[in-house]
T-cell receptor
């Protein structure tokens, strides 16, 4: 499983509250990604990181921010959660030196009421 | 917009039959990948085919890639009930400079294999 842990796995929150999801890897891989999965949309990239403090926006970054202060942790923050951010969030890593496949965490299911 | 579009959206077959899923994409690519997702779980990588390859095999999986048509197909032979899952294609684009390994996913095909 490439040592990826997402937390929390489930969260219910109210509109307007801040939420932080954590992705932790036990190895020192450079590239990490946050995707969201919604019915009818497949997976869409929110943000990605190519090193400590090196991050960039993906396809659906509005309303989200990320931070990567250590190689092993990639945090996704919803500053003020909205109902449209109800989704399943997946973290993924790209194994250094591999051909390009991603390894995914088990997902974090977020419900914004 | 989605890079990959998959067809069919859902496929229902009997054990032992073959399952074929198709994927189309829009931009030039470095590679195309297929992933599997069991209900409530994360995605698992199945197979990767590079842009200069036309066909690749892995066990009961066969992937083809036609870059002129910007399309790919995944064939699962002799399907089993345990193959029941959602299958996604994903592309790593080589348009616009360094990709940073980013993948763009299709909407997926839901495969149901009946015992």
């Amino acid at each position: 499983d490439a040592g990826i842990t997402q937390s929390p796995r489930h969260k219910v929150t109210e509109t307007g509250t801040p939420v932080t999801l954590r992705c932790h890897q036990t190895e020192n891989h450079r590239y990490m990604y946050w995707y969201r999965q919604d019915p009818g949309h497949g997976l869409r990239l929110i943000h990605y990181s190519y090193g400590v403090k090196d991050t960039d926006k993906g396809e659906v970054s509005d309303g989200y921010s990320v931070s990567r202060s250590k190689t092993e942790d990639f945090l996704l923050t919803l500053e003020s959660a909205t109902s449209s951010q109800t989704s399943v969030y997946f973290c993924a890593i790209r194994i250094t030196g591999a051909t390009g496949e991603l390894f995914f965490g088990e997902g974090s299911r977020l419900t914004v009421l | 917009s989605q890079q990959g579009e998959e067809d069919p959206q859902a496929l229902s077959i009997q054990e032992g039959e073959n399952a074929t899923m198709n994927c189309s994409y829009k931009t030039s690519i470095n590679n195309l990948q297929w992933y599997r997702q069991n209900s409530g779980r994360g995605l698992v990588h199945l197979i990767l085919i590079r842009s200069n390859e036309r066909e690749k095999h892995s066990g009961r999986l066969r992937v083809t890639l036609d870059t002129s048509k910007k399309s790919s197909s995944l064939l699962i032979t002799a399907s089993r009930a345990a193959d029941t899952a959602s299958y996604f294609c994903a592309t790593e684009s080589n348009a616009g400079g360094t990709s940073y390994g980013k993948l763009t996913f299709g909407q997926g095909t839901i495969l149901t294999v009946h015992p």
